[in-house]
């Protein structure tokens, strides 16, 4: 007789079956600020994590039933200004190649805190694979993430900026890059090797609306450290100037960063 799957966590029998997420990183999530309202992208929110879910092959619950789960931890909260995740936890058969049956929402919510406005970056060891499938959906495979960031803040440094494996540019540890000179926008290209952001997506819109020109290719280092100044995006900080790359002092804050700033936190009607 073939034995019963038998799992102990602790010294103690589990019954309820353990996630897929747990045991392999199978999973996918979102993070954004909930100020009064759901973000006004939020429809790009839930399109990345239903990018993510058929890539991963999760069932994922309708775009209502979402809503719903993340306005009931909000109504828990008592607060108007919410840092919030949403997470798409696998759950199924234990074998790893297995396709996953069944999914869990998690919506974890906290009081937003705003982020530093200005940041000092440097670049990380680990190297960013452009040929990975996993670097464009935020999967629960965040350890090259994790390893980065925990590598620039034992140098002194708040955030850690990654290059491919040809030596350019794509990414930090969790917001996307961009520099300017002059009237020209520069941000590494999506083939380099980054998670194409969507407050990424709103800052090029918002930029060629102020009459920068965009340009989105491969870079080295060299571009980045010859600029006007350079700024990080997410969509929890918005924009963060960066002060300092590796040991060199950049730019100080320039009207063209404040008038991008400006135009970008009115769309996501933060201000």
Known sequence: MEMEELILVDGNIVREPLTRSLFFGEGVFETFRWKN????????????????????????????EIIRH???????????????????????????????????????????????????????????????????HKTFNYLENIIGRREAIEKGYDEGLFLNTNDDLTEATSSNLFWVRGKDLFTPATESGLLPGITR????????????????????????????????????????????????????????????????FNELGWL
């Open 70 to 136: 993340i306005e009931q931890a909000v109504s828990l909260s008592n607060s108007e200004d919410l840092y919030i995740k949403i997470a798409l936890i696998s759950k199924g058969d234990r074998i790893f190649f297995k396709t996953p049956d069944e999914s869990s929402l998690l919506v974890m919510t906290r009081d937003y805190i705003q982020s530093k406005n200005t940041v000092s970056i440097c670049v990380v060891s680990q190297k960013r694979n452009p040929e990975s499938v996993l670097i464009r």
């Open 37 to 64: 309202e759901l973000p006004k992208y939020f429809s790009k929110h839930l399109e990345r994590l239903k990018n993510g879910s058929e890539l991963l092959r999760i069932p994922i619950p309708e775009s209502e």
């Open 201 to 264: 997506e709103i800052v090029i819109q918002t930029a060629e609306n102020l009459g920068f020109k965009i340009n989105a290719r491969k870079f080295d280092l060299s571009y980045l450290l010859n600029s006007d100044f350079a700024f990080l995006t997410n969509s929890l900080i918005g924009m963060s100037y960066i002060e300092k790359v590796n040991k060199q002092m950049m730019p100080e804050t320039s009207k063209n960063y404040l008038s991008i700033r400006q135009q970008l």
